[in-house]
């Protein structure tokens, strides 16, 4: 089984999967994302401010190990 941690804003209909098998904690998608969504916490992202997330997918496109999964970006 993989670790996927979720994270859910309903007041923009968006989901944010994070596979923590695969999250190295490098950040890459805390340093590309221009809403401050994520936050590094003891070497894995988490996305504690979706709620401020534009769907860019600039986090989905910028993680090198593809851990990440944005409901608005395919
Ligand atoms: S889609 Fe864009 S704004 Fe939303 S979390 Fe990813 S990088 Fe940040």
Redesign the pocket.
């Known amino acids: 089984m993989s670790d996927v941690r979720k994270w859910e804003s309903k007041k923009l209909g968006v989901v944010?999967e994070v596979d923590y098998d695969k999250c190295k904690g490098i950040g890459e998608?805390a340093i590309?994302?221009?809403?401050s969504?994520?936050e590094v916490v003891d070497g894995k992202t988490t996305?504690p401010n979706?709620d401020d997330?534009?769907?860019?997918?600039?986090?989905?496109e910028a993680c090198p190990t593809g851990a990440i999964r944005?409901s608005?970006?395919r």
């Open positions: 944010i998608c590309v994302c221009p809403s969504v994520y996305a979706i997330c534009i769907q860019c997918c600039a986090c989905q944005h608005s970006c």
